[in-house]
């Protein structure tokens, strides 16, 4: 069976971890393994703006081995010029793995259905999964492990980012505690999906109105724009709901002395974080913005060598 990754609970705790050592090792020495040597194509389809999932990918792939095709989604009109089953299968004639980045999470289900071939989900509506895989990767390089830290992220709890941490946190066993203001609070249904994973693995799931509340005392503070892609008309109301949820100095003063801070860029300064704070010495926010193509390359091998020997 062809093995996707489409979201955070995709991978099992062990794979999880198994994908994560790969990625550590891909870091050391980017062209110790090329699943792709040949070169096989990998198609790289982008429905929205990007920077870091392009030059990840791209990067990752050629060194892989491989040969990374970028295909721009409003050219290639999926789901819109032809049907999603047409375009998986055609697809799937040509490349060894498929990378989405796109918008409902159904339109990235029904390519791995049709594609034949492993499909990686660069980002939807709903999740953010490489993302995390690199945050996790940069988290263990700089606390030494997954399991039993304890993770802040604060503002928007109903986006994307918020509900791949809580899934991906309740994957690696880690205290995960979402800070966001009423009204902007993750779905039920994703915070229960976490909490049932986590007793499985030793982590928790808290969900509060408070900042302060969800940093106290803990290992990762992390935050993402508070005006995410599509919601640009929500602006004013948004800024003035999220005020108490920055990140700075003040915020970051109630977590662990040697707490760090995540961003999965692109970053608003003096909004959901401040100048001082992105550039100061607990910000990790570079290494997770390289972590993309360790991880990224672990997850395609994980995924090649699942397909390979299916």
């Known amino acids: 069976m062809i093995r996707h990754f489409l979201a955070d609970d995709d991978l099992t705790p062990d794979e999880q971890r198994e994908v994560l050592a790969l990625a550590a090792e ?3 020495d980017p ?17 929205k703006p990007t920077l870091r999932t392009q030059l990840s990918f791209q990067a990752g792939v050629a060194e892989l081995g491989g040969n990374p095709m970028l295909v721009d989604g409003k050219l290639a009109g999926i789901g819109v010029r032809e049907t999603i089953p047409d375009s998986a299968r055609v697809l799937g004639r040509h490349v060894a793995a498929i990378v989405w980045r796109t918008g409902a999470q159904e339109r990235i289900v029904e390519m791995a259905e049709y594609a034949g071939v492993p499909v990686v989900n660069a980002l939807t509506d709903d999740y953010h999964p490489c993302q995390i895989l690199a945050d996790w990767q940069t988290v263990t390089e700089h606390k030494g492990r997954l399991a039993g830290v304890r993770f802040a992220y ?29 009204g902007y609070h993750p779905d039920p249904a994703i915070v229960a999906r976490a909490e049932a994973i986590a007793a499985t693995t030793g982590g928790s799931i808290l969900v509060t109105d408070s900042p302060t509340e969800a940093v106290d005392g803990v290992d990762v503070v992390c935050t993402d724009t508070w005006i995410s892609m599509g919601r640009e008309a929500e602006n004013e109301a948004r800024l003035t709901a999220f005020t108490a949820y920055q990140v700075n100095d003040q915020l970051l003063a109630g977590a662990d002395a040697n707490a760090i801070v995540m961003h999965c860029l692109p970053a608003y300064r003096g909004k959901e974080i401040t100048h001082e704070v992105l550039e100061g010495p607990r910000s990790v926010v570079f290494d997770e913005a390289e972590n993309r193509r360790h991880a990224q390359k672990a997850i395609l091998t994980f995924l090649d060598r699942q397909a390979r020997s299916a």
């Open 31 to 47: 062209f110790a393994h090329q699943p792709y040597a040949g070169p096989r194509t990998v198609a790289i389809l982008t429905d």
């Open 154 to 182: 604060v503002g928007d709890g109903a986006n994307n980012m918020a509900n791949s941490y809580l899934i991906g946190g309740a994957v690696a066993g880690m205290h995960t505690r979402i800070g966001a203001p009423e």
């Open 26 to 28: 891909m870091k050391a």
